[in-house]
């Protein structure tokens, strides 16, 4: 079975930085994209940033903001993505969640309604 684990949340203050971890196991293929997408409080999931595992090509949202301060990576060997974000603002307030699929994110991206297996979420709170 693919599990994702996601944690490295916690609270920083406006401008500070945090490392969120995702650890997968159980996928059959290498041919997989993990995406992070975060949930604010009384909003709808959104994607954040993917990548996959096969080429370590990332994808980002449009959004400026999180592709100016928002940087997604993997580590094959630990089986491991990991989303650092820095100079983060209170809009980041959120609970951030890794997802995964099969075959990428090439025609995908984060919609989120392809991503088949999702993680337990991690909370991030940015005071100010």
């Known amino acids: 079975d693919v599990q994702l684990q996601a944690s490295g949340g916690g609270l920083v203050q406006v401008g500070g930085s945090l490392r969120l971890s995702c650890v997968v196991f159980?996928?059959?293929?290498?041919?997989?994209?993990i995406a992070w997408f975060r949930q604010a409080p009384g909003k709808e999931r959104e994607g954040v940033a993917a990548?996959?595992?096969?080429?370590?090509?990332?994808?980002?949202t449009p959004t400026a903001p999180v592709r100016d301060r928002f940087t997604i990576s993997i580590d094959n060997a630990k089986n491991t993505v990991y989303l650092k974000m820095s100079d983060l603002k209170p809009e980041g307030t959120a609970v951030y969640y890794c997802?995964?699929?099969?075959?990428?994110?090439?025609?995908?991206?984060?919609?989120?309604?392809?991503?088949?297996?999702w993680g337990q979420g991690t909370l991030v709170t940015v005071s100010s």
């Open positions: 997802a995964g699929r099969l075959y990428g994110w090439v025609g995908v991206f984060l919609n989120r309604r392809r991503y088949d297996y």
């Open positions: 990548i996959s595992r096969d080429s370590g090509v990332p994808y980002y």
């Open positions: 159980g996928f059959a293929e290498d041919d997989y994209a």
